[in-house]
């Protein structure tokens, strides 16, 4: 798999298949980093193309070859490996790869049933093709930002790059049925696939209701239209909060039991939803008063064993001691040359198909390698390659 994504969506996508055996050789450039090198969180508060642990995330399992792209030469050896590749996959403007002569008709006269992967914000057509940016834009312009926020107050919308996380596994499962309709009919494909289209399937319930009733749902904070208690409340502790979600009343009547408030359980009015609804602030406001001084953790226990929905709301220090990550090992730590690494581990696991998860490379880390043991280059090439400058 040739890979010219960066930043997010689409290297968590071939990141996904590199972890159960595609070979990726991630093709990278000095002159215009992958962004996702530059993101926080960085190891020991250090900024460097290396020191990114999203990065660490993002590339793992990857080779990488430092390419100059703006050399003609250095296009020559895309083109061998085109041919080498089963898939290439960018995340680029829909100009990119065009100015390079890599647009889809180009890599099939090298390769006919070749996989090209394209995605980007908006799609490779239409008004907003050329829309460049990252998935907080494209949040905004899916229909996110508008029902995120409480409803007097400006949107906050969902946080980071929001549709970049959301479109990974569309982007994983296109790649995977393609190759699938390749063996099965030796056909190659063209996938477009834009970031906030494949987002939008997390707004079905919205954009239903518009169809069908022609509501035009609205930021609510917390809130459920069919739910409570259904919030975000106070815990002992700095900035430390707890989920609790009553699912049915007798959810509800085991939490006002848990809070030792009997008077609210046997209140007649609060026995349905809609009774609940009717005084939501109330209830907010005696529930938060309950929480505020209990432990987060340990409330969230206690819920859960009368049958409550609750969880704590957790940092990441938090994420990392939960047991339950723990025992599926979602972190690990695998071996650095010159640091600590930590890293998120494979997001499957098949029964007969076990992961295999190393260490992001260093920029330029495989040029060698992908040059001499790929396309077959001796040293001497290799050195010239270099010495031109096409080599970073």
């Known amino acids: 798999m040739l890979d010219f994504t960066w930043s997010i969506a689409g290297p968590h996508s071939v990141r996904l298949l590199a972890d159960f055996g595609a070979e990726v050789v991630k093709i990278e450039s000095s002159h215009k980093q992958d962004a996702a090198r530059g993101y926080r969180p960085v190891h020991d508060n250090i900024a460097g193309l290396e020191n990114s642990a999203l990065f ?84 905004a312009f899916a229909g996110f930002y508008g029902l995120a926020g409480w409803p007097d107050r400006p949107p906050a919308g969902p946080f980071g790059a929001y549709t970049d996380y959301t479109s990974t596994h569309f982007l994983a499962a296109t790649v995977l049925a393609a190759v699938d309709h390749r063996r099965r009919t030796g056909e190659g494909q063209r996938i477009d696939l834009a970031q906030s289209e494949a987002a939008q399937h997390f707004l079905a319930p919205a954009l239903l209701d518009y169809a069908a009733n ?96 609750a969880h704590l709301v957790s940092t990441g220090a938090d994420c990392l001691a939960d047991p339950q990550l723990v025992v599926s090992g979602h972190f690990i730590r695998p071996d650095h040359p010159e640091r600590a690494c930590l890293l998120e581990n494979t997001r499957f696991r098949l029964s007969r198909t076990p992961s295999r998860v190393v260490r992001a490379p260093f920029l330029g880390e495989h040029t060698w390698d992908i040059l001499s043991e790929i396309l077959g280059y001796d040293a001497e090439r290799i050195a010239d390659l270099a010495a031109a400058e096409i080599l970073e």
């Open 214 to 309: 022609g509501r035009v749902m609205t930021r609510a904070g917390n809130r459920d239209p069919e739910l409570h208690p259904h919030g975000v409340y106070p815990a002992a502790g700095d900035d430390r909060w707890i989920s609790i979600v009553c699912q049915d009343d007798a959810q509800w009547c085991a939490l006002a039991a848990a809070m030792g408030r009997a008077d609210l359980a046997a209140d007649r009015s609060l026995a349905t939803a809609q009774g609940r609804l009717a005084r939501a602030d109330e209830l907010d406001e005696a529930v938060a008063a309950w929480t505020a001084g209990r432990d987060g953790l340990a409330l969230a226990d206690e819920l859960q064993g009368v049958g409550v929905a």
């Open 56 to 139: 660490d995330t993002m590339a793992a399992g990857k080779r990488s070859l430092a390419l100059n792209m703006t050399q003609p030469e250095a296009l020559d050896v895309v083109r061998k490996l085109v041919a080498w590749a089963d898939v290439v996959v960018e995340s680029y403007s829909p100009r990119a790869m065009p100015k390079w002569g890599l647009d889809y008709e180009n890599l099939k006269a090298i390769k006919p049933d070749v996989i090209m992967v394209s995605t980007c914000l908006a799609g490779q057509t239409g008004p907003l093709a050329h829309f460049a940016g990252y998935g907080n834009l494209g949040a």
